[in-house]
């Protein structure tokens, strides 16, 4: 049975949940309990409360495999034990609650560094090393020290009676850090009112993803590939619309070429001198696309959103 770890955090854990079921699988209990066996697909999906017990869980070989933010699984590899380094291998983004990882600063703390806080500690102390950070850092600090942390770090920064601190912590929309007065030091103009002669990286992008850990046997790499699959066709379902359409047969060769298609689209007869046309196109694209598809003669248009879209 594949063993997979799912955050209970209410940001990941919610559109998790609805991905899972509308992917076919039942959770039914699950918000209540801490594990469920859906034996029917051979998958086991264990709750996952912080990054600690990811770590220890992976380390145990509890685990097969993640399905939660990309901060969580890459922190928790950078506290497990060097043998098991790379345990965690990315297998499909679901582009859901994406966040980022940035450094934040208070004004009061401008000038030397000495201390990071960070609820991600080992991913900050990777970010630390990167050259483009360092650079960026050298005026400021020397040897800067990372001090573990609980999230929200930039309010404790403010709190504090020691200066001279800055944090990495989570980042949708920055609301929350400005109001209680910090400088999120990857956007332009937070990082020179800081001192800096130019905005620091982010730590990371995030999102929730799916992850194998460690190597998988035979029929666990085919659950698992089958979950992936079932959860792609999902995802895909959400990027695309399926535009119909009718167009006169003279006008079909400039009217196919402006259609973005995702596969080859399907042309059937539509009555005397017409064509009916289904193409799959980027959801994204499709408003600009339709007014471009009635100036080159297509009529009778409709967009529409699959419930599922294969992977392939």
Known sequence: MLRLGISKQDRVFTPTKETLNSAGYRLRNFDRTEEVDLKDEDLRLIAVKDIDQVAFMIEDGELDGLLLGADIAYEAQSRISSQLQGAVTPLFDLERAKCRIAPIGMPDTLGKLDWLLSKYPGLSRQYLEREDVSELLKTNTKDIQVRPFGSGADVQIRRALKGNQMATDIVETGNTVRQNGGKILDEEGAAQAFGLRAPLPNVMEASIQLFAVGDLDAIKDRTMSEFKQRIEIVINAEKYRMVK?????????????????????????????????????DKGKAPKLIVQLQQAGANSIVATQPDLISAT
Do not use: C, D, H
Request: glycine letters at 6%; charged letters at 15%; proline letters at 14%.
């Open 245 to 281: 359409y009718n167009v006169p047969n003279q006008a079909l060769p400039n009217v196919l070429a402006l259609t973005p298609e995702r596969k080859t689209p399907t042309i059937t007869p539509a009555g005397e001198g017409f064509s009916a046309v289904e193409v799959m196109i």
